[in-house]
């Protein structure tokens, strides 16, 4: 008899890796969206990165994080904006703990109809206990409206 492996194998494995980063990045979309940075901030680990067109922010301490998301909900509602979720585009493993996860956040409205979006790449490593946690994000930024 062949030897038992603890660790699923081949494109299960990919399917198991594929649900823990949509639980988590579902995690952050419900936490942004009701205004609970502190939520998001657990799904940290420092030091970590945020990057964009008009900002580049180091993370030293978790309560940064919680700051900068707590304030998202209040920014959204002023333009409409009620929902959100996270259709994962493309996730690659860069080693054994690292991997980039590139993320389209629909915006939504409250009847649930999609009124834009925004793109975002999130470089996720697994803690010391395992869990994945965030790294750095990339903002690529809003998608262009069309007319």
Do not use: C
């Not at 603890?6 to 936490?31: F, K, M, V």
């Not at 996730?91 to 629909?106: C, N, Y």
């Amino acid at each position: 008899m062949g030897q038992l492996h603890s660790q699923p194998r081949g494109e299960r494995a990919q399917r198991d890796l594929r649900g823990e980063i949509q639980d988590l990045l579902n995690t952050i979309a419900r936490a942004i969206t009701a205004g609970d940075g502190d939520a998001v901030a657990k799904l940290y680990e420092v030091p970590a990165f945020v990057l964009g067109d008009t900002m580049a922010m180091p993370i030293t301490e978790t309560a940064e994080v919680a700051k900068f998301y707590g304030a998202g909900k209040a920014e959204y509602n002023k333009r409409g904006i009620a929902d959100t979720r996270a259709d994962i585009v493309d996730i690659e493993k860069l080693g054994d703990k690292t991997i980039q996860v590139a993320v389209r956040w629909p915006y939504l409205d409250d009847k649930g109809k999609e009124i834009g979006g925004e793109k975002s790449d999130y470089i996720l490593r697994r803690d010391d206990a395992g869990k994945l946690r965030v790294r750095a994000v990339l903002m690529r930024g809003e998608e262009k409206k069309h007319s």
